[in-house]
């Protein structure tokens, strides 16, 4: 079975930084990009930032970017996303989802799979 | 990163036909082939049910059907049942990242 894992959400005061990690199985994690994609609940959904595949290709949202670092690692099978400089807009439900196509160069909204979300309250 | 414009909501009867409109410019659906749509139901993570414009994923029912005409792809679901009351998301390719609408509350009668 296809899975998504998603994990280190938590309270945190603003300017700070947290790591989610995002740990999948069922399927190849070497051959496919991944992307984090958060909702604020009751809200729509916003792509945050995404890596392809062999890590070729990684890009972020304006709202992000300069703060958030996403990586992956084949080892471990797992995803992250390192969000320094908190600010409360960051608050949401972060998911990790898997891209449906086999090794493209291009990080397409093609989101097949998706985690439950892990929370992120950023507050003082 | 301008959010593509969806209505608010729609509604339908239970047996019709509804169809939600998502609009985009030329920097997104205007330009690429590349829109997607989310089905969302309360608590749940969205799940995937049209990509390239038209396609529908595995498993996913003939009842939703997706095109683009210009700015605006539309996704439509005909026959309409209980179980699709939800959010329904699109999504495009911007060159470089992606952009979603901002979700339609699809209510059935």
């Known amino acids: 079975e296809v899975q998504l894992v998603e994990s280190g959400g938590g309270l945190v005061q603003p300017g700070r930084s947290l790591r989610l990690s995002c740990s999948v199985s069922?399927?190849?994690?070497?051959?496919?990009?991944m992307h984090w994609v958060r909702q604020v609940p009751g809200k729509g959904l916003e792509w945050v930032s995404g890596?392809?595949?062999?890590?070729?290709?990684?890009d972020y949202a304006d709202s992000v970017k300069g703060r958030f670092t996403v990586s992956r690692d084949t080892a471990k099978n797992s995803l992250y996303l390192q969000m320094n400089s908190l600010r409360a807009e960051d608050t949401a439900l972060y998911y990790c989802?898997?891209?449906?196509?086999?090794?493209?160069?291009?990080?397409?909204?093609?989101?097949?799979?998706w985690g439950q979300g892990t929370m992120v309250t950023v507050s003082s | 990163q301008s959010a593509l414009t969806q209505p608010a909501s729609v509604s339908g009867s239970l047996g019709q036909s509804i169809t939600i409109s998502c609009t985009g410019t030329?920097?997104?659906?205007?330009?690429?082939?590349?829109v997607s749509w989310y089905q969302q139901h309360p608590g749940k993570a969205p799940k995937l049910m049209i990509y390239?414009?038209?396609n529908r994923p595995s498993g996913v029912s003939n009842r939703f059907s997706g095109s683009k005409s210009g700015h605006t792809a539309s996704l439509t679901i005909s026959g309409l049942q209980a179980e699709d009351e939800a959010d329904y998301y699109c999504?495009?390719?911007?060159?470089?990242?992606?952009?979603f609408g901002g979700g339609t509350r699809l209510t059935v009668l």
């Open positions: 989802a898997k891209d449906m196509r086999v090794m493209w160069e291009l990080l397409l909204p093609v989101f097949d799979v």
């Open positions: 069922g399927f190849n994690f070497d051959d496919y990009a």
């Open positions: 890596i392809t595949w062999n890590s070729g290709t990684i």
């Open positions: 030329s920097s997104d659906l205007g330009t690429y082939n590349y």
């Open positions: 390239d414009v038209s």
């Open positions: 999504s495009s390719y911007a060159s470089r990242f992606s952009v």
